[in-house]
């Protein structure tokens, strides 16, 4: 069983920096693509970035130039750089790991809070 843990979130001024990171615990990690996701309050859960076990990495649009993933396959765990801090970036950011060529291997952290306020 897959277990993954979030931390490093926080309260941020705009233009500031964080850093977030995500353990996991499980065997094989090596093989799964890793993401980390956002979501607001009533709304749907969106990708931020992920990265393929190969480390191809993949963002969405509006954190480009901003966001970096990255992993560490010898610590088993996954990272978000974040720079230039929006008040928009302001979400829950959860991290997510899977298998996409098998059903069944999708699993979820519980998250952690980004707060982006003067």
């Known amino acids: 069983q897959v277990q993954l843990v979030e931390s490093g979130g926080g309260l941020v001024q705009p233009g500031g920096s964080l850093r977030l990171s995500c353990a996991f615990s499980?065997?094989?990690?090596?093989?799964?693509?890793m993401g980390w996701y956002r979501q607001a309050p009533g709304n749907q859960r969106e990708l931020v970035a992920d990265?393929?076990?190969?480390?191809?990495?993949n963002y969405a649009d509006t954190v480009k130039g901003r966001f970096t993933i990255s992993r560490d396959n010898a610590k088993l765990a996954v990272y978000l750089q974040i720079n230039s801090l929006k008040t928009e970036d302001r979400d829950i950011y959860y991290c997510n790991a899977k298998i996409p060529w098998e059903d069944g291997y999708d699993y979820w952290g519980r998250g952690t809070q980004v707060t982006v306020s003067s």
């Open positions: 990265i393929t076990r190969s480390g191809t990495t």
């Open positions: 499980g065997s094989a990690f090596n093989i799964y693509a």
